[in-house]
């Protein structure tokens, strides 16, 4: 069965530094998306960042990235120059269609603080 | 601006009472989508719908039922045998269920359902 894991529960990172949220995911499908989502405070869920099983780059989109390890299964999140929005709930999720007919699969989520 | 438009942001209800979650979105897209997140954990399936009148069973669906009758509109009906329906409910939509390509969700705000 297809899974998704996020071991960080709780992060602290000092605005303007870098940080990396960890995602690996498990699934036996050869064409699958992975996606990162972030959820402040407010409770909505908004899309950061999209990567195709497929895709021989890793996919950037403004100060994220996802760092793309296909052999390891990892699809790790990097902010670059952190910011104080950037405090929220962040969800990798994944969707294929051998075992979840499409759906996404989510993990349990990333709390990030930037402090100040 | 287009977008997912969730109603009520907070509601209470009794044990033993059903309650209906409104969803309404204006962006044209197929498949909707309904969302249960609870503390500490992922969000979890509840319905989905790739068309009018059709929609399916996602992983939690006991104790819910949905209606799809027109395109903007997917209602969430949490009836009284759902066990423990204190939660966190997110609607979303995207242009199509079916593909694991780039398939964005766009989420509502969110509906928090208090049991007394």
């Known amino acids: 069965a297809q899974k998704i894991t996020q071991t960080q529960p709780g992060m602290f990172v000092q605005e303007k530094e870098a940080v990396t949220l960890d995602c690996t995911y498990d699934t036996s499908d050869q064409s699958y998306g992975l996606f990162w989502y972030k959820q402040p405070s407010s409770g909505e869920m908004i899309f950061l960042i999209y990567?195709?099983?497929?895709d021989e780059q890793n996919a950037t989109e403004g100060r994220y990235s996802l760092n793309f390890q296909k052999a390891r299964k990892s699809a790790n999140l990097v902010i670059s120059a952190s910011q104080l929005g950037d405090s929220a709930m962040y969800f990798c999720?994944?969707?294929?269609?051998?075992?979840?007919?499409?759906?996404?699969?989510w993990g349990a989520g990333t709390k990030l603080i930037i402090k100040p | 601006d287009g977008g997912i438009t969730q109603s009520p942001k907070y509601l209470f209800r009794k044990e033993g009472q059903n309650v209906t979650l409104s969803c309404e979105q204006n962006?044209?897209?197929?498949?909707m989508y309904w969302y249960r997140q609870d503390p500490g954990q992922g969000l979890r399936l509840i319905y989905y719908s790739q068309i009018v009148n059709d929609f399916q069973k996602g992983d939690i669906a006991e104790g819910y039922s949905v209606s799809r009758e027109k395109k903007e509109s997917f209602p969430l009906t949490v009836t009284s045998a759902q066990k423990n329906p204190t939660a966190f409910y997110l609607c979303?939509?995207?242009?199509?269920?079916?593909?694991?390509?780039?398939?964005?969700?766009?989420f509502g705000a969110g509906s928090r359902l208090t049991v007394l």
């Open positions: 979303a939509s995207s242009i199509d269920s079916r593909s694991s390509g780039a398939n964005v969700l766009t």
């Open positions: 962006l044209n897209h197929d498949a």
């Open positions: 999720a994944m969707r294929d269609a051998l075992d979840s007919n499409y759906q996404l699969i």
């Open positions: 990567q195709g099983s497929y």
